[in-house]
C-alpha cells in the first residue's frame, strides 16, 4: 500500500539550531513529494516540492528538503529556527490512482516546537 | 489573485442531520479536493472535483457527496451525520489536468461538530 510515515509526533530544537522533520514514503513509480505546514485554525500551507531533478529541494521561509531515493524519504530541515516555526507539519505524496487522476497522501503530521 | 475561501467556519449538528460545505478555488484554478482532518490526524482524502466531475475517491461512503461548478467552486454534502463526521474539512485547490505536480492551496477550513 502507499503510505507516508513521519516517525516523530514533536520535534523540539531552540532558536538559532538546525532543524529536522523526518519524512518516509512508500509509493510505486517515481514520487511526487510535498511539504505543508499548519498553523493552529488555518488552513495548510504549501512549502516545497520534489519533482524530478536536484534532489535537494529549496522553498519557502528558509526551509529545503533532501529527496533520498535509496532511503525513500524526503527530510525537511531548516539551518537556524525560529521561534515563528512552531506549527505542525505535513509531509505529502501525490500518487495516481487506478480509476485515473491523482491523490495526495498526507503523513500523520509532526508539531515543530521551536524554544527561544 | 484571490486565495482559497470556505464557509461557514463552524458548525454545529446532530446525529442524522445533513450538511453542505462550500468552498471557493482560487482564481484560474480547475481542480478542487476535499480531505477530512481529524483531531491530531493528517488531512484524508475524500474526492477530488476536476472540470465538473469527480475524478477520484478516498474510502468514505456514499453519505459524502459533492459538486463542482462551472466556475469551479464545490460542495461537499455529508448526508446522516454520525458522530465521527466531527472534523476539521479541509477544500484545496489546484490547476491541474494530467501533470500530478502542481501544489494544493488550501483553503482554512470548516470545524463540524455532530453532536
Known amino acids: 500500500a502507499q503510505s507516508v510515515a513521519q516517525p516523530e509526533d514533536q520535534v523540539n530544537v531552540a532558536e538559532g539550531n538546525p532543524l529536522t522533520v523526518k519524512c518516509t514514503y512508500s509509493?510505486?513509480?517515481?514520487?511526487?513529494l510535498f511539504w505543508y505546514v499548519q498553523y493552529p485554525n488555518r488552513g495548510l500551507q504549501f512549502l516545497l516540492k520534489?519533482?524530478?531533478?536536484?534532489?535537494l529541494v529549496k522553498g519557502s521561509y528558509g526551509f529545503e528538503a533532501e529527496f533520498n531515493k535509496s532511503q525513500t524519504s524526503f527530510h525537511l530541515k531548516k539551518p537556524s529556527a525560529l521561534v515563528s516555526d512552531s506549527a505542525l507539519y505535513f509531509c505529502?505524496?501525490?500518487?495516481?490512482?487506478?480509476?485515473?487522476?491523482?491523490?495526495?497522501?498526507f503523513g500523520a503530521g509532526t508539531r515543530l516546537f521551536v524554544k527561544a | 489573485e484571490t486565495g482559497v475561501t470556505q464557509s461557514p467556519t463552524h458548525l454545529i449538528k446532530t446525529r442524522g442531520q445533513q450538511v453542505t460545505l462550500r468552498c471557493s478555488s482560487q482564481?484560474?484554478?480547475?481542480?478542487v479536493s476535499w480531505y477530512q482532518q481529524a483531531l491530531g490526524q493528517g488531512p484524508q482524502f475524500i474526492f477530488q472535483?476536476?472540470?465538473?466531475?469527480?475524478?477520484g475517491r478516498g474510502n468514505f461512503p456514499p453519505r459524502f457527496s459533492g459538486l463542482q461548478f462551472p466556475n469551479y467552486s464545490s460542495e461537499l454534502n455529508v448526508n446522516a451525520l454520525e458522530l465521527d463526521d466531527s472534523a476539521l474539512y479541509l477544500c484545496?485547490?489546484?490547476?491541474?489536468?494530467?501533470?500530478?505536480?502542481?501544489?494544493?492551496?488550501f483553503g482554512p477550513g470548516t470545524r463540524l461538530t455532530v453532536l
Open positions: 484545496a485547490s489546484s490547476l491541474e489536468g494530467l501533470a500530478p505536480g502542481n501544489e494544493q492551496f
Open positions: 509509493v510505486s513509480g517515481n514520487p511526487y
Open positions: 520534489y519533482i524530478t531533478g536536484d534532489n
Open positions: 505529502a505524496v501525490r500518487v495516481p490512482r487506478n480509476t485515473g487522476g491523482f491523490k495526495t497522501i
Open positions: 482564481s484560474g484554478h480547475n481542480t
Open positions: 472535483y476536476y472540470r465538473e466531475e469527480e475524478n
